[in-house]
């Protein structure tokens, strides 16, 4: 992914990176049973706000998810006949 960055002549990566290396987080390594590995990091130092980044795949993910994000970027949530 950071070389599709680099490639996209992204470089903001590079202050995210630095800003959230030296907070916390917790990591879930890959497990076949779950299929998915996990990271959760802090949003803040205070680590009240926290996001996880989930890999995994499309299938194993999408069937836990509640909300889709729509081409509108609004969070709809996702109905029976988005399973």
């Known amino acids: 992914m950071l ?6 002549q992204y470089t903001k990566w590079e202050e995210k990176r630095k800003k959230y290396d030296d907070r916390p987080s917790d990591l879930f ?3 076949s049973i779950r ?4 990271i959760v990091v ?6 009240n706000r926290k996001r996880a980044h989930v890999k995994g795949g499309a299938e194993t993910m999408l069937d836990r998810c509640t909300h889709l994000l729509t081409t509108e970027r609004e969070a709809d ?3 029976d006949k988005d399973n």
């Open 42 to 47: 802090s949003l803040d130092e205070g680590g």
């Open 3 to 8: 070389n599709w960055l680099r490639k996209c």
């Open 35 to 38: 299929k998915r590995s996990s």
């Open 77 to 79: 949530k996702k109905s």
């Open 29 to 31: 390594a890959f497990s």
